[in-house]
């Protein structure tokens, strides 16, 4: 109006431009009344152009946001809006345009008014020379009016339009109404950035790259907590890297929220959804710091990072961790992504490393393979995994400690006592188990010798185990059970099947003389059909414990692998290994 340049236009009111930019209410007020404004004029005149407020932040609409999402060399703007405001006046095209507030937003990309993508008009890091307006739209005036600024219509996204209405009224029918509109931009921005990496085609161009980001990012962050967590695992399986680590997975979302975002409390809940996604997936140790926090407890170990922290191999420690349910057999993924809970396993993972081979056991017990296979068979002494393939597989502490309880009951006696007989020896001879005569010994009932100091050098009186094995009469013989009662009665019908199974050892009985006939027969006590159920399931056991049926239980145990018994291709029938079903079930 004075046709004097802009900052001695400001100095003639009587303060300097610097106040104006910086929003000084003294100076401010010097404006609106010069221009004829109202109190609540210069209030939308503030809103709009942004008011610092210390700190490196302007308030923008009702919203706080970084001075930089704000405040930039290069401003941006609609040429077609301008080009109306300049058509739409008689004088100088110049006088009559005007910088729209929200194209000054960096997440601001196009004009729903026109479907005009924002171009940049001109750049400056002056200020005084950025934001005289009268001067630079000179500058610019014969292309605004040319149309060369001019680029191809853009339909407005979903991101275009709740953007818009959020800056226009603060309305916000999303999820993200909840948070700041800087925070709920920048993540969306981010976030996008990263999904667009699974698009077989991604956008080329700059604007238009950016733009499919927001829109991405807010497809998904627009739903909430559940879907921006099933966005993230997205990117978790997309990445397939040896040593794929969570920068590597999520790129700039995660860098941002580690360094530039670190200490924005507008900010916390996106850092606590992506670090519980990466505490879920990555073994991280107890004492690392995971987007600014402290991890007081590892959650996670995976298959490398267990075998790194216990000093094992990873061959070593697989066969134990499948057989726990902690691992599933035939995973090709790397190692390092192979993860399963730590404080389920953390007893497993410990006894691992003090494991024995059986030659190691033989050494320091004096056993022999024999021996050692009935007393697994009994339940008296148990591999750590079922796989015989693993040889370190033996709790040495478990089996000195069996060897000592005898010990400390036994007489030393020489090698050629006569009376005396192996323990295995008399459980063949009278077709008793191991484990009744070791609880005989424990209850008084039987004498033990050692002829030395390993197990295969314990003994037991003859006399002794026959009046054990044949007493004269037997207590409650109406209750007890014969073995092929037994075996029907868990579903193993061919009589033969389960007498089979006795004598190759694989499940103990006890043969006794009827007191009525005078009889010997082969018959199963409690304690030999506790033995059975410790290591065999049958279909009828298992849909009883279960109390699911045994259609089902079948398919699921043909679905996992589970074969029946049959050592060395012997037929015993439906009969399963408690240890191996009970893994496939907890899979």
Not at 205 to 229: C, D, M, T, W
Not at 418 to 446: F, H, Y
Not at 533 to 553: K, Y
Request: charged share 25%.
């Amino acid at each position: 109006m004075r046709l004097t340049p802009m900052v001695e236009f400001a100095q003639n009111m009587g303060f300097s431009f610097r106040r104006i930019l910086d929003g000084d209410p003294e100076a401010l007020d010097s404006l609106a009344h010069w221009g004829g404004l109202t109190a609540a004029g210069i209030e939308v005149l503030q809103s709009w152009s942004g008011m610092p407020i210390g700190d490196v932040r302007m308030r923008f609409r009702g919203e706080v946001f970084i001075s930089r999402a704000l405040r930039n060399p290069t401003l941006r703007g609609c040429p077609v809006c301008l080009r109306e405001d300049a058509l739409a006046h008689s004088g100088d095209p110049a006088d009559a345009m005007a910088m729209r507030g929200d194209w000054q937003l960096r997440e601001v990309t196009l004009c729903l008014k026109h479907r005009h993508l924002l171009v940049p008009l001109w750049t400056a890091d002056n200020r005084y020379a950025r934001y005289d307006f009268a001067l630079r739209f000179k500058g610019i005036g014969v292309d605004l009016l040319a149309g060369t600024m001019d680029r191809p219509v853009c339909d407005p996204t979903e991101y275009d339009l709740w953007l818009d209405r959020r800056l226009e009224d603060g309305e916000d029918p999303t999820w993200l109404a909840n948070h700041g509109l800087y925070p709920a931009t920048a993540f969306c921005r981010l976030l996008g950035m990263e999904l667009l990496r699974l698009e077989a085609a991604p956008v080329q161009e700059e604007i238009h790259r950016l733009r499919a980001a927001q829109q991405a990012g807010f497809a998904v962050a627009r739903q909430g907590e559940a879907a921006i967590s099933a966005a993230f695992m997205a990117l978790v399986q997309a990445a397939g890297g040896k040593r794929e680590e969570p920068k590597a997975v999520f790129g700039h979302l995660h860098a941002k929220l580690r360094t530039d975002y670190a200490n924005d409390s507008a900010f916390d809940l996106f850092r606590h959804l992506l670090r519980e996604c990466i505490l879920s997936v990555w073994p991280v140790a107890a004492g690392e710091t995971v987007l600014g926090e402290v991890q007081s407890e590892r959650r996670l170990h995976s298959l490398y990072s267990a075998a790194r922290d216990f000093g094992v191999s990873e061959e070593l420690l697989e066969p134990f961790l499948i057989e726990a349910g902690a691992l599933t057999a035939g995973d090709p993924r790397y190692s390092n992504r192979r993860v399963f809970s730590a404080k389920d396993h953390v007893a497993l993972l410990a006894e691992i490393p003090t494991l024995v081979s059986f030659h190691t056991l033989k050494s320091q017990i004096g056993i022999s393979r024999t021996e050692l296979a009935r007393l697994v068979v009994e339940g008296l002494l148990t591999p750590r995994v079922q796989n015989e393939a693993v040889h370190l597989r033996w709790s040495l502490p478990q089996a000195k400690d069996l060897l000592a309880s005898l010990m400390a009951k036994a007489r030393q006696i020489a090698p050629s006592d006569s009376g005396w007989e192996p323990l295995l020896t008399a459980s063949r001879r009278c077709r008793q188990p191991m484990s009744a005569m070791i609880d005989a010994v424990r209850n008084g009932k039987l004498a033990i010798g050692a002829a030395g100091a390993g197990f295969s050098d314990l003994r037991l009186l003859s006399a002794e185990v026959d009046r054990l094995a044949h007493p004269e009469e037997v207590p409650d013989a109406e209750a007890l059970v014969t073995a092929s009662v037994f075996g029907m009665s868990v579903g193993i019908k061919d009589k033969g099947r389960f007498r089979a199974l006795i004598d190759a050892g694989h499940t103990p009985a006890t043969s006794l003389r009827n007191p009525k006939t005078g009889m010997a027969n082969i018959f199963v006590t409690a304690a030999d059909i506790a033995a059975f159920h410790r290591r065999f399931v049958t279909m009828r056991t298992l849909s009883a414990e279960t109390g699911r049926a045994i259609p089902g239980l079948r398919v699921q145990l043909k679905r996992a692998g589970v074969a029946v018994f049959s050592p060395d291709g012997q037929d015993f029938g439906h009969l399963y290994l408690r240890a191996e079903v009970e893994a496939a079930l907890s899979r």
